[in-house]
């Protein structure tokens, strides 16, 4: 400490709900003698709750438990359903004071609410309501190694994990995450998203494994009635809720083929599931079906043939189910849609949403056991099928793909409420229409607009990095209601808009984006992408200079400011000024096979073929299936009369791609010239792709 060393030990927790050595609630500083409150390492989690250590005589004390859902996500404790809950209490049973505790975790699985559950006994709990099963297969294949470790092994652990020199250890072990100059939650926006992916628990870590989930919920199923059973011993009541999902608006995280097809499957699977047009969406395909008098149009009836054709070739691929869950919603076929959205749900790789199987288990143990239980899943069917006609749960009442509207926590909390009554765990009348009201008007009195717009910004951010654009938009447009014009949420909105092909609105929203804030490097860059996509090089010239000069030097964005500079230079045939450009970036980076082919290219365009062909020569060396450089390097070849070289060239495109057309045409005018030598040079153009 005396040495500068470490840092302050204490906001790190290396077992977040696993050793008492780190608890979540502490002693609180105003008063530390009478009260606690949520401890400063845990707020990253949980909310800021404070209450009396000793329960006072003629309170009932709730303890709210779970995932991120309990917590409020996207927004905080106030509009979730335990902040529902604490103001519909006590005008139901006035005669009693109440204390609801919000102590929801964020991406707290089973496990870990269990843990939190056997720490708040102590402080003399009358009801724990438990809203966990999202997170059941979230951190199990980081945390691995930890689950096989004894309490003891996990205690030792937590208490060394307490002092600076474990964190000077941990330090020289893992430097990049000592000398990050970004915060842990951070989100990093276009190209970065795999990267990100990759560093956390992800898509990317995720495989097809049946024993694996199968083993998951087993373990929930006996997590939840570790929860009972620590209840009961606690004197305490329990209702659990079954949780909800959106299912109808939220694709699946990930999606992959079984192990074991062959390539002439593979390919036929790949052709079906590319022949779908991913950025029509269900109004545009139900106002297809509108024109088409409700029959099913002719595009309808092929996507369906496709799907089901995909899935006799893997019927456990989730993204072709989703896809078939759309456009049976789409032509009204419900029964049939709403099995094909929990299919998806179900087969999707990295389930970030309870599966019917974690559903299954909570109501098997309610209806064991005898407990409380609030079947959310089922009412909120009930209360889609009375609102539109369906059974099928999506972004009427879902914000992203698990957590509720406001509306629909308050609605949960009046369902726990009825739960409450109807089992006489609460005395007192239901409450009417005019006392909701009342609190409902209260309650959104209060909520701060800003921080409400910042919550969905993040939203946005966090649907967007994880690949989820078409989800995202919505939740950025959402944010600029509530902070107008905000630089982040228009950038968000842009990316998603470029991301689904909507490169006009994408373009709008970037000059805006511009306009609203003219020194933002990170708007200009994406602006230059688009530019350059969309063939504008004279305007994204300027463009891409500001982006080259205010990002940080460099940077990966900086670096890709500057190829998108030295392309536009090449394709505005300013080839001095873009080779300058792509040459440092080379330089920078000589195995970056983008960099090269426009660097091979702009060589081409100042006259020096021979730098051109060694480029060429190394791109084939480095990626010999790629056929662009082949095909490139064997035109060079022919204006160079190296007739038999170019031939071979050309008939390597060929082993590559049997069907271009192009580079049958360059070899053969290559096999005439080889053989006639003797006749004048013939003119061949570049028609490369």
């Known amino acids: 400490m005396l040495a500068g060393l470490g840092g302050d030990a204490s906001t790190s927790d290396p077992f977040v709900g696993f050793s008492n050595q780190f608890p979540l609630f502490v002693a609180d500083e105003t008063e530390p003698s009478t009260h606690v409150q949520t401890a400063e390492n845990k707020l990253v989690w949980f909310n800021d709750q404070r209450f009396t250590r000793v329960k006072p005589p003629g309170v009932r004390r709730v303890f709210c438990v779970g995932g991120s859902t309990t917590f409020g996500r996207p927004y905080s404790d106030s509009t979730s359903f335990c902040g529902w809950l604490r103001e519909f209490l006590p005008l139901t049973d006035e005669d009693t004071e109440w204390e ?244 998806a749900l179900n087969n999707d790789v990295c389930p970030l949403r309870a599966t019917t199987g974690v559903q299954a288990a909570v109501r098997r143990l309610a209806e064991k056991s005898d407990v409380m239980l609030v079947d959310f899943d089922e009412r909120l069917r009930q209360r889609c099928e009375l609102e539109n006609g369906h059974r099928i749960l999506g972004k009427e009442y879902f914000l ?139 305007e994204a010239v300027d463009v891409c200079t500001f982006a080259a000069l205010a990002l940080p030097p460099g940077s990966k964005r900086q670096l890709r400011a500057e190829l998108l500079l030295g392309i536009t230079y090449l394709r505005l045939e300013e080839f001095r000024k873009a080779d300058e450009i792509l040459f440092r970036l080379y330089e920078e980076n000589p195995r970056n096979l983008e960099t090269m082919a426009y660097l091979a290219q702009s060589k081409e365009g100042i006259g020096n073929t021979f730098s051109a062909m060694k480029i060429y020569q190394q791109m084939i060396k480095q990626a010999p299936e790629d056929a662009e450089p082949h095909q490139r390097l064997g035109i060079l070849l022919l204006k160079e009369r190296r007739y038999e070289e170019a031939q071979r060239c050309f008939e390597n495109v060929l082993e590559i791609d049997a069907d271009d057309q192009q580079a049958s045409v360059q070899l053969e005018i290559a096999k005439r010239l080889a053989g006639n030598r003797s006749e004048s040079p013939v003119k061949i153009e570049d028609e490369s792709r």
């Open 100 to 343: 609801v505790i919000n102590a929801g975790g964020v991406s707290y699985a089973s496990y870990r609410v269990a843990a939190v559950m056997a720490e708040l006994v102590e402080f003399e709990p009358d009801l724990f309501v438990v809203y966990s099963g999202q997170n059941e297969f979230l951190e199990r294949r980081t945390f691995e190694g930890m689950f096989d470790q004894s309490a003891l092994q996990r205690n030792v652990t937590a208490l060394m994990g307490k002092t600076r020199t474990f964190k000077v250890l941990k330090g020289l072990l893992k430097p990049d995450a000592e000398k990050s100059d970004e915060a842990p939650n951070t989100i990093k926006l276009a190209g970065e998203v795999d990267e990100m992916l990759n560093h956390t628990i992800g898509p990317s870590d995720y495989h097809r494994d049946p024993e694996w989930r199968s083993a998951v919920v087993k373990d929930y199923e006996a997590n939840l009635e570790r929860m009972r059973l620590i209840a009961k011993q606690s004197d305490a009541g329990i209702l659990f809720v079954v949780p909800a999902s959106n299912e109808k608006d939220c694709s699946p995280f990930k999606s992959e083929l079984k192990s074991g097809i062959g390539d002439s499957s593979r390919e036929e699977f790949e052709q079906l599931i590319q022949n779908l047009d991913r950025v029509v969406s269900i109004e545009a395909l139900d106002e297809t079906q509108k024109e088409a008098g409700r029959e099913r149009s002719a595009t309808i009836e092929t996507r369906i043939e496709q799907l089901r054709a995909a899935k006799v070739i893997d019927d456990g691929y989730a993204e072709a189910d989703f896809e078939l869950g759309r456009v049976l919603f789409a032509s009204d076929a419900m029964p049939e849609a709403k099995l094909a959205f929990q299919t």
């Open 400 to 538: 992203d793909h698990v957590h509720p509207t406001i509306n629909i926590h308050q609605q949960l909390a009046l369902w726990i409420l009825e739960e409450l009554r109807s089992r006489q765990w609460c005395k007192g009348a239901g409450l009417n229409q005019a006392q909701i009201d009342g609190v409902d008007q209260r309650v959104r009195a209060q909520i701060d607009g800003v921080a409400q717009g910042i919550a969905l910004r993040n939203l946005a951010k966090v649907l967007h990095w994880s690949g989820k654009f078409s989800e995202a938009a919505p939740r950025a447009r959402d944010a600029l209601g509530l902070l107008p014009n905000d630089p982040e949420s228009l950038l968000v909105l842009a990316d998603c808009l470029r991301q689904t092909n909507q490169l006009e609105d994408a373009i709008l929203t970037c000059q805006l984006l511009v306009d609203v804030e003219p020194m933002y490097a990170l708007a200009y860059l994406l602006y230059g992408e688009l530019l350059v996509e969309q063939q504008s090089y004279q």
